[in-house]
C-alpha cells in the first residue's frame, strides 16, 4: 500500500533489515518501556525476531509499522504504525509509537501518529483505530490525543503490562459517536 509516509519533518518508511539495530538499540532501553516492560528487549536476536513479525505484518496486510527519520537525517528517530488486532471482540487497528529518548519532548511521536491514524483512515476505513496507553503514561495520552483519538473508557481494560486505557476514533468505539443526535 504505501511504503513511505511524508510530514512537514519527517519520512517515515517501511523497515528493512538494516533497521534491527535501531530496534533493538530503541527496545532495549528501560525508558521507552517503563510502561510496557513486556516490550523490552534484552538480546539481538529478540530485535531480529520483532524486524520479522514486523515484516510479516507488511507482507501480509500490506502496511504496518514504519521506520521514522527526519527529513535531514539517516538517524532512526522510533517507529509509528499500525497493526490488526482484536479488542473485547472487534477487529481494530492498533497505533504504535516508540521513540528514541533523544527523540522526546519535540512533537516527533505526535506528528508521526497523526500522519499515520491519517492514513490509516482512508486506507483501512473498515477498522477502528485504537491506542493502548497506561493511564501514567501522559505523554502517549497526549500522542493519541493529538492523531485525533479521545478517551473511550467503556473499552478500558487488562493489557499485556496491566490495565489500559482506550484512545479510539472510528466505526461507533467512542461512547459519543453512538449516541443518538438530539434534534
Not at 538494516?18 to 539481538?44: M, Y
Not at 503514561?137 to 496491566?162: F, P
Request: proline fraction near 4%; aromatic fraction near 10%; glycine fraction near 8%.
Amino acid at each position: 500500500m504505501a511504503e513511505k509516509l511524508q510530514t512537514a519533518r519527517l519520512s517515515l518508511r517501511r523497515p528493512t533489515e538494516t533497521d534491527i539495530d535501531a530496534i533493538f538499540e530503541i527496545h532495549r532501553d528501560p525508558e521507552t518501556c517503563v510502561h510496557n516492560p513486556s516490550d523490552a528487549l534484552t538480546r539481538f536476536e529478540e530485535a531480529e525476531a520483532l524486524y520479522r513479525r514486523w515484516n510479516d505484518q507488511w507482507d501480509r496486510c500490506g502496511y504496518g509499522y514504519w521506520v521514522v527519520r527526519r527529513h535531514d537525517g539517516e538517524q532512526q528517530l522510533g517507529f509509528c504504525g499500525v497493526k490488526p488486532m482484536e479488542l473485547r471482540g472487534m477487529r481494530v487497528l492498533n497505533l504504535f509509537y516508540r521513540f528514541a529518548t533523544s527523540a522526546w519532548g519535540q512533537g516527533f511521536a505526535g506528528e508521526a501518529a497523526t500522519e499515520v491514524a491519517a492514513w490509516a483512515t482512508r486506507h483501512v476505513p473498515d477498522l477502528a483505530l485504537i491506542a493502548r496507553v497506561r493511564p501514567a503514561n501522559t505523554a502517549s495520552q497526549h500522542v493519541a490525543i493529538r492523531a485525533g483519538l479521545t478517551r473511550a473508557q467503556h473499552l478500558d481494560g487488562t493489557g499485556y503490562d496491566g490495565f489500559d486505557w482506550i484512545y479510539a476514533r472510528g466505526l461507533g468505539l467512542t461512547p459519543s459517536s453512538t449516541r443518538p443526535s438530539a434534534s
